[in-house]
């Protein structure tokens, strides 16, 4: 999955319509994304799953400015069972008729599915000419068909496909092609999966775009984007790269995604061939302007995210590290949705180590620490089968990158690491896997069992939280004595390694040394006499180190923070909590997306900690997304939130 943000903290420059560059973008993307809570319908279950989707070919008109979009969805499928009756989620839209062989079918239509009256018998296949007429949404972050004055375009993650297509609306039965058909005015051009194959004039004012795409596909990655865009085409070692944007924004959104063919050329070399013959972004207001979604082969990104200054650009490596892992290789359901975003997260970074060096590694990896630290203990459940209004948090990406690392690191080491990862790509691109397809690829690359490794940091919540000592020549002048007391509240007694550093007349070196009980230490032996000894500041694994004060009291060392707002979206009344480090002043705001003041939430001095203040929308204030703002001295972070009446 891709990118929407109800919620979003990171650090705001003068205003909020000015984002101070940031090259990684990890926690604005996490952000971004952790407003994608549709639920699901009611054909979920594979056991409910009486056939297996072949192929799709949509024919559609779109029009602007909050029209509907009317047409054929032609849905092919083949029986896995005997059948009298095909059950397809269908939600929101008119379902004006259902053919075959231009045969009308009968057919009803109740909530989210669509149930046709046809028999089959296991192998049949048969093709559903499926007439529709589906409504523009009215909410910037909602999924479904949006039609806006001058483009139109889909979202769908996770479960949204379902509003603008019939189909069976799960992320392991996937198309194995996909044809998308708009008629539009003839000003407008087309961007969806694949690649361009037809454009026809059928009607004075009127074009007609087609795309074909032959790779399989899941329902949430099909899309189209179709607008009165400037385009930009360039090749680069066989792969046809398409820039779509605002005609305002075409110099600024060159220069942003200049480096996209050099990301490919770092995955490529990381993960194996990019897995397609086409890339693609067209620049939409999804999510408000502040999301991005990695549809498959052209991803829809938002306009604010263009700025001329590669602010973003990390949203450009996170949703095109995607292209390996979510669209190519998907996960089999949004369980194990870390197997798509903890791995387009850790990808980022991996670009950032490959063109600046191993010190933008630390650094973004130190950040993406900080941010869960900060988050994910608020919200504590395991990387795997997260609740679903958590689906996309701190846990689902920094802490499952950490993972990643943490696997690299500790466990495996660069060569090895990267073996798993091309031989897991290899094997399960154009289909699904789960995490245990992960661990089996990781457990064959290091020639022994690392369930141990998962269990405790995938299936099980929360993070080692440590009160720790460290003793210089103890027992001996050679040695250093490091205890530790595990006293994380979830999880169990995690099993991992700290990095001791120690200066001797030789200079300063390191050792790594294990931990796996409650209660622990251990010694430490370096060649020659030590002078001090200390834990290194930058550490192999995600930890949290409690300090203990003068009067015995452990406590949690957190940093500046905003965040998460709850409810997200909201009816009336939102709480916002935030974290100060220091005792001072701390002004709450509430800004619209074009950056008018709403609402001041606080202005007043507060005492180190954590703390929350009521947001309540005026019955005045419209639906949509708006941006909160904490500052306090020097320091400043902002969130989204949206507002549904």
Request: aromatic content about 14%; overall charge negative; glycine content about 6%.
């Amino acid at each position: 999955m891709r990118t929407l943000v109800l919620i979003t903290t990171f650090a705001l420059a003068c205003t909020a319509a000015a984002l101070p560059p940031d090259p990684t973008q990890t926690e604005f993307i996490r952000r971004m994304e952790s407003g994608r809570h549709q639920p699901p319908g009611r054909l979920d279950a594979d056991s409910a799953h009486s056939y297996d989707m072949i192929s799709l070919s949509l024919d559609y008109r779109v029009d602007p400015a909050g029209q509907p979009m009317t047409g054929w969805a032609a849905v092919r499928l083949v029986a896995r069972e005997s059948l009298t009756r095909i059950p397809l989620n269908a939600q929101g839209m008119t379902v004006l008729g259902v053919n075959v062989f231009d045969q009308a079918l009968p057919f009803t239509h109740v909530h989210d599915t669509l149930s046709v009256d046809y028999a089959m018998q296991i192998g049949d296949t048969v093709t559903l000419d499926i007439h529709v007429s589906v409504p523009a949404e009215t909410e910037p972050g909602g999924v479904g068909f949006h039609s806006e004055a001058s483009h139109a375009y889909t979202f769908s993650e996770p479960y949204g496909a379902r509003r603008w297509m019939p189909c069976f609306d799960q992320p392991f039965d996937k198309f194995d092609e996909v044809t998308v058909a708009v008629n539009m005015p003839a000003s407008w051009w087309l961007a969806s999966n694949g690649a361009l194959i037809q454009t026809t004039y059928p009607s004075a004012g009127r074009k007609r775009e087609v795309y074909y795409h032959n790779h399989p596909i899941s329902t949430y990655l099909v899309m189209l984007a179709a607008g009165s865009f400037a385009r930009q085409f360039e090749t680069v070692d066989g792969i046809l790269y398409r820039y779509f944007t605002f005609r305002a924004d075409s110099a600024e959104a060159a220069y942003d995604w200049q480096r996209t063919p050099q990301m490919v050329s770092v995955y490529e070399n990381l993960f194996g061939d990019y897995p397609f013959e086409q890339y693609g972004m067209v620049q939409t207001d999804i999510m408000g302007g502040w999301g991005a979604m990695e549809h498959q082969t052209f991803t829809t990104y938002g306009y604010h995210l263009v700025d001329g200054e590669r602010t973003y650009e990390g949203v450009v490596a996170h949703e095109l590290a995607h292209m390996w892992f979510g669209d190519a290789v998907t996960c089999v359901d949004f369980r194990n949705v870390w197997l798509n975003e903890g791995f387009a997260t850790y990808a980022t970074a991996l670009f950032y180590e490959a063109t600046e060096g191993q010190a933008a590694l630390d650094t973004i990896m130190r950040d993406m620490s900080e941010h869960y630290l900060n988050d994910g203990a608020l919200w504590p459940h395991p990387i795997y089968d997260p609740p679903f209004n958590m689906m996309f948090s701190v846990n689902e990406y920094e802490k499952a990158a950490w993972v990643l690392h943490m696997l690299r690191e500790q466990l495996l080491g660069d060569s090895l690491f990267f073996a798993a990862m091309r031989s897991y790509f290899s094997e399960f691109s154009g289909g699904w896997a789960n995490t245990e397809d992960f661990i089996a690829a990781a457990n064959q690359a290091a020639g022994v069992d690392l369930h141990w490794f998962f269990n405790q940091w995938v299936y099980q919540p929360g993070h080692p939280v440590v009160i720790f000592n460290v003793i210089p020549r103890n027992p001996t002048p050679h040695d250093v004595t490091v205890m530790i007391l595990q006293v994380q509240t979830f999880g169990p007694t995690f099993r991992f390694p700290l990095s001791v550093e120690a200066r001797t007349a030789e200079g300063t070196s390191s050792q790594m040394v294990w931990f796996d009980q409650h209660s622990q230490w251990e010694v430490v032996s370096f060649a020659s006499d030590v002078d001090s000894a200390w834990l290194s500041t930058f550490q192999p694994v995600l930890v949290e180190f409690r300090t203990v004060n003068a009067d015995e009291k452990p406590e949690i060392v957190r940093d500046f923070s905003l965040g998460p707002i709850y409810p997200n979206p909201f009816n009336s009344t939102a709480r916002v909590p935030f974290v100060l480090r220091a005792a001072g002043r701390a002004v709450l705001r509430v800004y619209d997306v074009n950056g008018r003041l709403v609402k001041t939430l606080a202005d007043a001095s507060f005492s180190p900690g954590r703390h929350e203040i009521e947001f309540a929308a005026e019955p005045a204030l419209s639906s949509g997304l708006y941006l909160v703002t904490l500052e306090s001295g020097a320091q400043r972070r902002i969130a989204k939130a949206l507002l549904v009446k």
